[in-house]
């Protein structure tokens, strides 16, 4: 299959479906989300990490020559504190008071609903949470579409990893929307929109990276990059919130079912290339 049609199916696949699936998830009762939420993101944080540390890193260095190790590793580094900084910059959260947290509490996380300021919400908040997924979805759509041009397995895994955490909080977003004012309508137009901007990424991405070959090594490691800042500053932290054992457990087996998967398909993928 052409490689084109590959990326925009697996975009596709890490933003629009993920929106749907999100979208559905909206529609179980509060009980139930609170209690199916949590057990996604563990499965997410065990997804996103294997990817990085399982395939795109080792990827990317493959890809280089000994001498550009160091500038490569210095793209990780720079790239995780590169997303703090947008995080910082409210491109990547949602959060429209300067006093809030970053993506509330557990309950807003869980619920839909957080504490009283997420009431307060205004219209405009609910424009910047389109604008920052739009930006947030289209790097996605890059770095999807530079691990395709590396190699097909490593990008398929790479979108079932997207895909993983754009659920959860694709989740998040939505409650936002709908106490800023949206109806549910609106919100899950104004998501899927944003959503397209995935494939917008791997499209445009695709014709300016096929040429920079050079270059593909250091977009795989800026994927790596922000999948460990996603994994390790956005989910972990919310896992700790629950210390009782039974949570413990079940976080740790969801986490390692996530690894094992990924691990899983990309040795498949590459016995089937053998």
Known sequence: MDLLILIIIFTAVGGVLSVMAAAVFLLLSEQRRAKVLPHGISFAIG????????????????????????????????GVLGFFVLE???????CHSGNCEAHGDEDEHEHGHGPSHSHGIAKSAGALIVLGDGIH??????????????????????????????????????????HSGY????ALFYNMLASL????????????????HDSL?????????SFIYIAVADLIPSLHKKTDMKTSLQQIALIAMGVLLICSLHGLAHNIEG
């Open 47 to 78: 997804a996103l990490l294997a990817v990085a540390f399982w395939g795109l890193i080792p990827e990317a260095f493959s890809e280089t020559k000994p001498e550009q190790f160091q500038s490569l590793s210095g793209t990780i580094l720079a």
């Open 137 to 178: 979805n289209f790097v996605d759509g890059v770095l999807i579409a530079a691990a395709f041009l590396t190699d097909v397995h490593l990008g398929i895994v790479t979108s079932l990893a997207v895909a993983a955490h754009e659920i959860p909080q694709e989740v998040g977003d939505f409650a936002i929307l709908l």
């Open 217 to 225: 090594p250091y977009f795989l490691a800026l994927a790596a990059s």
């Open 197 to 212: 901007a995935t494939v917008l990424g791997g499209v445009l991405a695709y014709f300016g990276l096929e040429d920079l």
């Open 88 to 94: 910082k910059l409210l491109i990547w959260r949602h």
């Open 183 to 186: 109806s549910r309508s609106k």
